[in-house]
Nanobody, 126 residues
């Protein structure tokens, strides 16, 4: 397994941008799909984005499509989530995750990932 440490959360006004990063250590990072999830108080953890082993294929949830971009740098053992045009409803605790399973239709669930970061809070004010 890999160990994951996130950074980059914070408070931003609506329409602004934030960039989350996830640094991996332990196992060979390029063997893992990288994922992002978020959870708001009282809500289930929901899928946000995922990036394939090579970084060539990304998947994003419909609610963030066109605004969020997932990417990775295997040489630096990191993957990132660029969040643009943020909305108050994007406010949540964001988690990075890593797993071995590649889902061809891009519809990932938390069960597809077995390593998780500690979470970082993103708050978008209106």
């Amino acid at each position: 397994q890999v160990q994951l440490v996130e950074s980059g959360g914070g408070l931003v006004q609506a329409g602004g941008s934030l960039r989350l990063s996830c640094a991996a250590s332990g196992d060979t990072f390029s063997n893992y799909v990288g994922g992002w999830f978020r959870q708001a108080p009282g809500n289930e953890r929901e899928f946000v984005a995922a990036v394939s082993w090579s970084g060539e294929i990304t998947s994003v949830a419909g609610s963030v499509k066109g605004r969020f971009i997932a990417s990775r740098d295997n040489a630096k053992n990191t993957f990132t989530l660029q969040m643009n045009s943020l909305k108050p409803e994007d406010t949540a605790n964001y988690y990075c995750a890593a797993g071995r399973k590649y889902v061809t239709n891009g519809h990932y669930s938390s069960r597809d990932f077995n390593s998780w970061g500690q979470g970082t809070q993103v708050t978008v004010s209106s």
